[in-house]
């Protein structure tokens, strides 16, 4: 396991789709555990495997440090209600800004064995698991913030 570098806001694979993973093999295994690991180090809630230049597919979410989610090949299947917050991001260091999300989610994904799971979440683990959805398809919260990005007091809370 290792601490990869986290590409920051600029770098074109933030900007690009990824792949689907079709297959778990000890490559990809060995990237979710740095993936951890890089989060983890870097105190964030969340990170996608382009914030670490890999076009693939994979979300790591822990929004409680004790929590840990796997989530391969996320699709957002239900969303509801709204919820408007600061937001940051391991990609976007040292900034925040005010973003409106929907306050439920449900998503399906696959487990790192490759079997389908549901997740559900309200309030942050909702906005994580949209946040890092959107970074699998080349997006960035900065698109959707409302009004002017903020100075960071600390670097708690970033996804």
């Known amino acids: 396991m290792a601490i990869r570098n986290i590409r920051l806001e600029g770098d074109d694979v933030l900007y690009q789709v990824c792949r689907p993973v079709k297959t778990m093999n000890d490559h990809t295994r060995e990237l979710i555990n740095d993936m951890f690991d890089t989060m983890y180090d870097a105190n964030g809630v969340g990170l996608a495997a382009p914030q670490v230049g890999v076009?693939?597919?994979i979300v790591v979410i822990d929004v409680t440090g004790e929590d840990p989610i796997v989530l391969i090949n996320p699709r957002i299947v239900e969303t509801s209600g709204e919820q408007t917050g600061y937001e940051?991001?391991?990609?976007?260091p040292g900034k925040s800004g005010q973003v409106t999300r929907p306050n439920y989610v449900k998503a399906v994904a696959l487990n790192e064995?490759?079997?389908?799971?549901?997740?559900?979440g309200t309030e942050l683990l909702a906005r994580a698991?949209?946040?890092e959805c959107?970074?699998?398809d080349g997006h960035l919260y900065v698109e959707k913030v409302?009004?002017?990005?903020?100075?960071?007091a600390t670097d708690?809370?970033?996804e």
């Open 55 to 57: 076009l693939k597919r």
């Open 134 to 136: 959107d970074h699998l």
């Open 88 to 92: 940051g991001c391991l990609s976007v």
């Open 146 to 152: 409302e009004g002017e990005l903020v100075d960071n």
């Open 113 to 120: 064995d490759m079997e389908e799971i549901e997740i559900e």
């Open 156 to 158: 708690e809370d970033e």
């Open 129 to 131: 698991i949209l946040h």
